[in-house]
């Protein structure tokens, strides 16, 4: 757990992110039918997924580790990557809905990729009122440590898989080719990889801000 | 095989023990048996509906969602019905996922049972014509398979978190709504007939997501049992 104390990484998280800023608005995209400039909303509608990803991994891969150990503090930070997740989560839908109004014509249009991805989004709702219906804390803690990890292929299968199999605008779905096919040249690669990455960082900045003050609120309550 | 073995008598406990009460299937069954007649004098207050264009849409639809409620009420008995005690006692003598195993093939069995007497049911108050008749058929059973795998893991959480339904809806329907969206249209198909090979990919998907939701519950549950 060393990491988060470290400093290197929350500073290229944000210099990452600030280049996005710059090289994301400055720098030529392809001009393609339909999408125009809107296709830089690909800096940052991606990597909002991305940074949504890596903190719901990170989070299972700490209810594995309650389930081993029974240590509160991982409990805690596995619920603090939920929480961070979410957000990204949130995030993710609506620059998806706003691409969408521009691209699809509608901000909800009952594309398969929204609506799985608003039915994955209850799926990690679930898991907070479970949280919430268990009073006592170790039974709360390991209860909804299986959820998550339960939830976690559910969630991939939900917003990865499914769209894939059924006709979807979404690009990557349906037939449709994914950005990364040719539509991503060379030059959008040099905001897009920064941004994937530079968010990432981010989110797990903020799981792991939010995971320190439960620790000291936690440090707080307990009765020595 | 040991864990074959108390999976098996723990099955035929599940199975004996139903068979003398036969609450769970009686009482679901009577519970599939009113819906579906409140549906049809319902629907007899608009003359002409079964000539209307939905009426198809509307019959496969209506179909899935009676089975749904029918599930979550057979299966979210599972784990209510034992008492404390007597769950003690099985984990003394058998192992968590034997347990597991047992539940689930049992309410596969309840709920293939129902679901096909609720088909006839159905059937009876609702004509329909069906393209592909053995296929629908194959459908419901492999949607019947799906809800209990689901259904039983799900029911091992709720009853651990103070067992009340609400918990098992919310906890249940994010999961099961993809499951029943692809049921309906696999059922959808078999209705109009088309091209077996048209859905394939669809029951690829379905039995993707049974293995991942059976994999998974026989590895968390035996944290879960543990108190």
């Not at chain 2, 008598?9 to 009113?34: D, I, P």
Request: net charge positive.
């Amino acid at each position: 757990m060393k990491f988060i104390y470290q400093t290197w990484w929350k500073v290229l998280a944000v210099l990452l992110v600030l280049s996005t800023l710059i090289t994301g608005l400055i720098l030529p995209v392809p001009r393609l039918p339909i999408l125009h400039e809107t296709i830089r909303n690909l800096y940052f509608h991606v990597p909002m997924w991305m940074g949504m990803l890596s903190v719901f991994t990170i989070s299972v891969y700490f209810s594995i580790k309650y389930l081993k150990t029974g240590k509160e503090e991982y409990d805690l930070a596995a619920v603090e990557c939920v929480n961070t997740g979410l957000a990204f989560f949130t995030l993710g839908l609506l620059t998806g809905m706003l691409w969408a109004k521009y691209a699809w014509g509608e901000f909800w249009s009952g594309d398969p990729k929204q609506n799985s991805a608003a039915i994955a989004f209850l799926l990690y709702c679930a898991y907070l009122v479970l949280r919430n219906s268990i009073d006592e804390e170790q039974k709360r803690a390991k209860i909804s440590a299986i959820y998550n990890i339960f939830a976690f292929p559910v969630m991939i299968v939900l917003i990865f898989v499914l769209p894939r199999l059924t006709d979807s605008l979404h690009p990557g779905s349906g037939g449709n080719p994914a950005f990364g096919r040719y539509d991503l040249d060379n030059g959008m690669k040099v905001a897009f990889y920064p941004a994937m990455l530079g968010w990432s960082f981010i989110a797990i900045w903020i799981a792991t801000l939010r995971y320190r003050i439960r620790l000291i609120e936690n440090k707080r309550n307990n009765i020595n | 095989m040991k864990l074959f073995d108390q999976t098996w008598e723990l099955f035929k406990k599940e199975v004996v023990l139903e068979w003398r009460s036969k609450y769970a299937f009686n009482g679901v069954l009577l519970y599939v048996v009113s819906t579906v007649f409140i549906c049809y004098i319902s629907f007899t207050l608009t003359p002409g509906f079964e000539k209307s264009d939905g009426y198809k849409v509307v019959w496969n639809v209506l179909f899935w969602i009676i089975i749904l409620f029918a599930s979550v009420n057979a299966i979210a008995k599972s784990f209510l019905q034992e008492s404390k005690s007597r769950l003690l006692y099985y984990y003394s003598i058998a192992s968590p996922q034997a347990i597991i195993l047992s539940k689930t093939i049992y309410n596969i069995l309840l709920m293939s049972l129902l679901s096909i007497l609720a088909l006839i049911v159905y059937l009876l108050f609702f004509t329909n014509t069906i393209g592909d008749p053995l296929f629908y058929f194959l459908v419901v059973i492999l949607g019947s398979l799906s809800f209990s795998t689901v259904f039983t893991m799900i029911s091992a959480i709720a009853s651990k978190a103070g067992n009340n339904g609400t918990l098992m809806a919310i906890l249940s329907f994010p999961v099961i709504i993809p499951v029943i969206l692809i049921l309906i249209r696999l059922s959808k198909h078999a209705m109009d007939g088309l091209d077996r090979s048209s859905s394939y990919g669809d029951i690829g998907a379905l039995c993707a997501i049974n293995v991942i939701v059976m994999a998974t519950a026989l590895l968390l549950f035996p944290f879960l049992w543990r108190d």
